[in-house]
């Protein structure tokens, strides 16, 4: 529990019952708060806002960003063109493009 709570500071005592939960390990809600105030560590810390650069750390393996682009081509057509950019690896994906006749001109 001690370690849980050392490695995530902004977790509260409710996460930290939460997650020893999931482990397996049964406890109180009023026990994880004792302990935890007993060890100097409080129960309910104070979260400190994310930033969006912290955000986007955290979430790039399951961030997708997606583009639609139009450009023509060197013989006139025009193309479009849906492209996405996996943030983890920041590799480009084009899905699909779609050709137009040719500009008049």
Same mark, same amino acid.
């Given at each position: 529990? =001690? ?6 500071p902004?977790?509260?005592y ?8 999931? #482990?397996? /390990?049964?406890?109180? #809600? *009023?026990?994880?708060?004792?302990? =935890?105030?007993?060890?100097? #560590? ?6 400190? *806002?994310?930033?969006? %650069?912290?955000?986007?750390? *955290? ?9 639609? /682009?139009?450009?023509?081509? =060197? ?16 590799? /480009? ?5 779609t #050709?137009?006749?040719?500009? %008049?001109?």
């Amino acid at each position: 529990m =001690l370690r849980l709570v050392r490695e995530n500071p902004g977790w509260g005592y409710r996460r930290v019952h939460g997650e020893l939960a999931t #482990l397996g /390990i049964k406890a109180a #809600l *009023s026990t994880v708060w004792e302990i =935890l105030e007993q060890e100097g #560590l409080d129960p309910a810390p104070q979260r400190a *806002s994310t930033t969006w %650069a912290d955000f986007l750390r *955290s979430q790039a393996d399951a961030l997708l960003a997606c583009d639609f /682009i139009e450009t023509v081509t =060197l013989n006139g057509q025009r193309q479009y063109i849906l492209a996405v950019i996996e943030h983890a690896g920041r590799h /480009i994906r084009v899905l699909g493009t779609t #050709l137009t006749r040719p500009l %008049a001109g």
